[in-house]
């Protein structure tokens, strides 16, 4: 088993897994334009015998300058339940400390996330065009716990 970065040669099987993993194509076009756009921060890779199992990715938002977005996340349905959404989130998580995100932003079931340290009641003052109730906040620079902030997403979440 082996966590790392994404090389350039491991986009199109990440693209087959987020396909499976979602049962759609939304996710994988989502991160393609995302990557198009310079706006993907972050990504890593599960890897079990020689295949991509799971995958993490994290993206700039427009503002609040510095934050970024967990999006997207997916296991295959084989190796669910065994901690490895876990362990890509942990280790993205200590990234986004290293390269000075100010905070990370989430968009999921609140319960789900709070494990990792993303709160709910910390994102409660934030405006979201998505539903603020399913948004959680992983603060890291000081004071960013309950701020008030307009989260803007890059344009690639809008593109039907
Ligand atoms: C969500 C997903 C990444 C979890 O992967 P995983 O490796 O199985 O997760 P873990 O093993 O770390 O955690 C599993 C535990 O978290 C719970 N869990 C996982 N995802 C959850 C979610 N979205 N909401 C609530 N609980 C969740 C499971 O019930 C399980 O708990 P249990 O073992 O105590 O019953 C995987 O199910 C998946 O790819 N789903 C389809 C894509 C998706 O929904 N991605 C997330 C939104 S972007």
Redesign the pocket.
Known sequence: MTLRFLLPEDRAEVAELLTL??GRLD?AILLERLRDAGDMRLELIWIEKRAIR?HIGFARLDAPAGWWA????????R???????????RHGLDQARQNRAKAVAV???P??YRRFGFSAKAAENLSSPFPVAQTSLYPIRPGMAGVTADLTYPAAFFQA
């Open positions: 993993s979602f996710e799971g967990l999006a997207p996340l997916c296991v295959h349905p190796n669910r339940r065994r901690g490895i959404a876990a362990e890509l989130i968009l999921g079931d319960a789900y």
